[in-house]
C-alpha cells in the first residue's frame, strides 16, 4: 500500500514561531495556572472605520526579502519562507539524488500577498501613481507556491489552491495524488495567509467577527477572530513517523457562505476519510473541528460530530489559539495535529477546546475536549470547511503501531 508518509514540519502562527513554541503554548491550555493565556491580540488597522478587533497576528521577526526578487517581496512570503527555513535540512537530506523535475509543490491560500496590492492602493490614492516597486504578481494565487519553488529548484508540479478555508488542507489531498501518480518523489505542501483589510472587513461586512474572542462552541460565540500564519510539510512515500493515511472530501454546495444547516457535507467528509483509512470510529483518539466560533458553522458542526462519533472521540476547536487563518487553516490545524502526534508531545496531552468557560447546551452532544491526558494517541482527524460548501477531512497517524481496523459504514 502507498503511504503519504510527513517527514517534517514548519510552522508559523500566533502561538509560536516553530514547532516547539506552538506545541507548548498549545498544549498549556491543559495547566490551569496557563490556561488563561491568550494567543490573539488587538490591531487597529485593518478596519476602515478604525475599529479595533482581535487577531491571531505573527509577532515573532520575520525573515528579510530584500535580496529575493522584488516580485517575490511581501509579508505572505516571509511567513512561508520563516516555515520553509525550519524544514530545509529535512528537505536537503530527502532530495539527495533525487530530480529537481521530481520534486512538486502545493500550497493553499486565500489572499495570498493582497495586503501589498492594499498599500499600493493607498499610496495610488495619495500620489496618483502606483508605487515604483510594486509588482501585480505579488498578489497572484500562485505566488507563494512559486516562491517557495524558487527557492528549492522544485521542477515538478508546481501550483496554489484557492477553496477559501478548505484551501490548505487540499493542499495535503493534492500531495498525496500526486505521489500516488508518481508525477513527484518530493512535495512540499501546506498553507499560508496574512492579515489584510480585504477579509477583515470582508467578514466584518458578513457580520461574521466576534466583538471579542472568539467562543468555539460556546454560549456566546459571536463571530471569528481572523488571524494569519504558514504551515509546511514534507511529503513522500519513504517511510516517517507520521503519515497522512487517508483524505475525505464532499461539496454540499447549499449555500455561498452559510453552511449546510444539518451538516451533511461535514459527516460526508468525515466518513469517507474513515472509510479511506480503513478503521473505525472508535479507534481515532482526537478530532480537531473546524470549530470557527460562529452560531451556524458551531451548530452544524455538532450535529455532524455528533452524527459521526457520538461521545467517544474527544473532539475541539483551535481557533481560540491561531484565530481563523483562513486558506492556512487547513494546513496550520494539521500541522497542531501532528505535533500533537509526534515524539514531541512526550505527556499525550491534547489541547482544550478554548472558549469563554461553557458548551452552549443546545447544540447536538459530543465529547468536548477538555485539555485531557491519554492513554493512547495515535490517530486523529482535522476538519476544514469551507464556503460554497467545500469540505474535508484529513486522519493523520502515527506509522509505529498504526492501528488496523474495519470499514465504519
Known amino acids: 500500500m502507498l503511504t503519504s508518509s510527513l517527514h517534517d514540519l514548519g510552522i508559523i502562527c500566533s502561538l509560536g514561531k516553530d514547532k516547539l513554541s506552538v506545541l507548548t503554548n498549545l498544549i498549556a491550555s491543559t495547566n490551569a495556572e496557563q490556561s488563561n493565556a491568550e494567543f490573539l491580540s488587538l490591531n487597529s488597522n485593518l478596519l476602515v472605520d478604525g475599529q479595533a478587533l482581535y487577531v491571531g497576528q505573527v509577532n515573532a521577526e520575520l525573515p528579510c526579502l530584500a535580496n529575493e526578487k522584488e516580485h517575490f517581496d ?14 530545509m535540512p529535512t528537505i536537503t537530506a530527502l532530495k539527495t539524488q533525487i530530480k529537481s523535475a521530481r520534486i512538486a509543490v502545493v500550497i493553499g491560500t486565500s489572499t495570498s500577498g493582497i495586503l501589498e496590492g492594499e498599500q499600493a492602493r493607498k499610496s495610488h490614492l495619495a500620489s496618483g501613481v502606483m508605487p515604483i516597486d510594486f509588482h501585480y504578481s505579488s498578489q497572484e494565487m500562485i505566488a507563494p507556491a512559486d516562491f517557495i519553488a524558487s527557492k528549492l529548484d522544485a521542477q515538478g508540479p508546481v501550483y496554489s489552491i484557492s477553496t ?5 488542507a487540499k493542499a495535503l489531498s493534492s500531495a498525496k495524488m500526486i505521489l500516488e501518480c508518481d508525477l513527484a518523489d518530493i512535495v512540499i505542501c501546506g498553507g499560508v495567509d496574512t492579515l489584510s483589510q480585504l477579509p477583515c472587513n470582508g467578514f466584518k461586512s458578513l457580520e461574521s467577527t466576534a466583538q471579542t474572542y472568539c467562543n468555539p462552541f460556546g454560549s456566546e460565540r459571536d463571530g471569528i477572530n481572523l488571524g494569519e500564519g504558514a504551515a509546511l510539510f514534507v511529503m513522500s512515500q519513504k517511510p516517517a513517523d507520521i503519515e497522512l493515511l487517508s483524505v475525505g472530501e464532499s461539496s454540499d454546495a447549499y449555500h455561498v457562505s452559510a453552511p449546510e444547516p444539518n451538516g451533511v457535507g461535514a459527516l460526508a467528509a468525515m466518513k469517507k476519510a474513515l472509510n479511506s ?8 483518539d482526537y478530532l480537531n473541528l473546524h470549530g ?13 460530530v455528533a452524527a459521526f462519533c457520538q461521545q467517544s472521540v474527544s473532539a475541539g476547536s483551535t481557533k481560540r489559539f491561531t484565530g481563523h487563518t483562513l486558506g492556512a487553516a487547513g494546513a496550520i490545524e494539521a500541522g ?5 502526534l509526534s515524539d514531541l508531545n512526550t505527556n499525550l496531552l491534547i489541547p482544550a477546546n478554548k472558549n ?5 447546551p443546545t ?20 476538519n476544514s470547511f469551507a ?8 486522519i493523520l497517524g502515527k506509522r509505529v503501531g498504526k492501528v488496523l481496523g474495519k470499514n465504519c459504514e
Open 74 to 87: 511581501s509579508r505572505n512570503n516571509q511567513l512561508a519562507l520563516a516555515a520553509l527555513t525550519q524544514i
Open 164 to 168: 477559501a478555508c478548505s484551501s490548505s
Open 277 to 284: 483509512a480503513n478503521i473505525d470510529v472508535q479507534q481515532l
Open 292 to 304: 470557527t466560533g460562529t452560531p451556524k458553522n458551531d451548530d452544524m458542526e455538532a450535529k455532524a
Open 336 to 340: 497542531l495535529t501532528w505535533l500533537l
Open 356 to 360: 469563554n468557560g461553557d458548551i452552549d
Open 363 to 382: 447544540l447536538s452532544k459530543f465529547k468536548v475536549s477538555s485539555g485531557e491526558k491519554l492513554d493512547n494517541l495515535s490517530l486523529c482527524l482535522s
Open 387 to 394: 464556503f460554497g460548501g467545500s469540505n474535508i477531512s484529513l
